[in-house]
């Protein structure tokens, strides 16, 4: 590997691991003094990973082409999206079959670390992508 794959690569992985550590606890701590009393389908930390692993693997993908010199990330950024999403919808097929009683809480619980980890994800691909061009 070159160097500005894995400058890039720390770089991107330290801020997704301090998003993440940020977005937990502040999760963590929303739930536990608002909705205490309320049984998630899934635990935060399952959330959560799944996010961090899905984010990290189509970024190091798309970083690993953009170092090789290849030019079609956007292609390849687009075809990640569509497998994140393909890859949510098996995530959620469990909870979705279980007929929830809750079902605003527990879509609010995946769906905000989704939408604010999306915007870093966008911005940080935008970024590699225009620094690519």
């Given at each position: 590997?070159?160097?500005?794959?894995?400058?890039?690569?720390?770089?991107?992985?330290?801020?997704?691991?301090?998003?993440?550590?940020?977005?937990?606890?502040?999760?963590?701590?929303?739930?536990?003094?608002?909705?205490?009393?309320?049984?998630?389908?899934?635990?935060?930390?399952?959330?959560?990973?799944?996010?961090?692993?899905?984010?990290?693997?189509?970024?190091?993908?798309?970083?690993?082409?953009?170092?090789?010199?290849?030019?079609?990330?956007?292609?390849?950024?687009?075809?990640?999206?569509?497998?994140?999403?393909?890859?949510?919808?098996?995530?959620?097929?469990?909870?979705?079959?279980?007929?929830?009683?809750?079902?605003?809480?527990?879509?609010?619980?995946?769906?905000?670390?989704?939408?604010?980890?999306l915007i870093?994800?966008?911005?940080?691909?935008?970024?590699?992508?225009?620094?690519?061009?």
């Amino acid at each position: 590997m070159n160097e500005s794959f894995n400058k890039r690569q720390i770089g991107f992985s330290i801020q997704l691991i301090t998003l993440s550590l940020i977005l937990f606890s502040s999760h963590s701590y929303l739930c536990y003094h608002f909705a205490s009393e309320i049984l998630f389908f899934f635990p935060l930390w399952h959330i959560y990973v799944f996010h961090v692993v899905a984010i990290l693997t189509i970024y190091t993908l798309i970083n690993y082409r953009a170092s090789i010199g290849k030019n079609e990330l956007f292609n390849l950024f687009m075809l990640g999206m569509i497998l994140k999403t393909v890859l949510t919808l098996i995530f959620l097929f469990p909870w979705l079959l279980s007929k929830p009683k809750q079902q605003g809480f527990d879509l609010a619980n995946f769906f905000i670390p989704y939408f604010i980890f999306l915007i870093f994800e966008v911005y940080s691909v935008t970024k590699l992508l225009q620094k690519k061009q």
